[in-house]
């Protein structure tokens, strides 16, 4: 069975975090303080816009001596982010980001955003999957015919 995007997007809910790229990067990073989120999407105009992470606020602060206050999501986003579709398979999106260094991946169909995944949600789905076979191998297993 090859897991998809969307089966992470199904387990994981469909909370959407986005922030306009004229917002400021001192509101952006209260934002993904006060939701305990990593990432936020940019969108301008109901369009993918880049991706904000934790790593661009924190290379950002380091450029400015410390002072969001005057830097906008726009100067500090990833403009081109890593993007899957929900038909995504698993292993391909894991090898993407692997690739890439990429720790979030926006989840576009067409241009709807339609969720967020992590890296963390990747390797969370890959064991989850890995230990449903082991429990279906062993149940398989131990319900084995004896030979006559």
Request: with cysteine.
């Amino acid at each position: 069975m090859n897991m998809q995007v969307s089966d992470i997007l199904r387990l994981k809910g469909n909370a959407l975090y986005t922030i306009a790229p004229e917002a400021g990067l001192m509101q952006a990073a209260h934002v993904m303080a006060g939701q305990d989120i990593g990432s936020l999407v940019v969108m301008s105009r109901g369009r993918l816009a880049g991706i904000l992470t934790f790593r661009e606020i924190i290379r950002a602060a380091a450029q400015a001596g410390g002072s969001l206050n005057a830097i906008t999501v726009r100067g500090a986003m990833d403009p081109r982010p890593l993007v899957c579709t929900p038909e995504t398979d698993m292993d391909k999106v894991r090898r993407m980001m692997l690739d890439r260094h990429a720790r979030y991946s926006p989840v576009m169909d067409g241009d709807d955003l339609m969720g967020v995944i992590s890296f963390y949600d990747v390797a969370k789905a890959v064991v989850d999957s890995q230990n449903f076979e082991n429990r279906m191998l062993k149940a398989y297993i131990r319900d084995w015919p004896e030979e006559k």
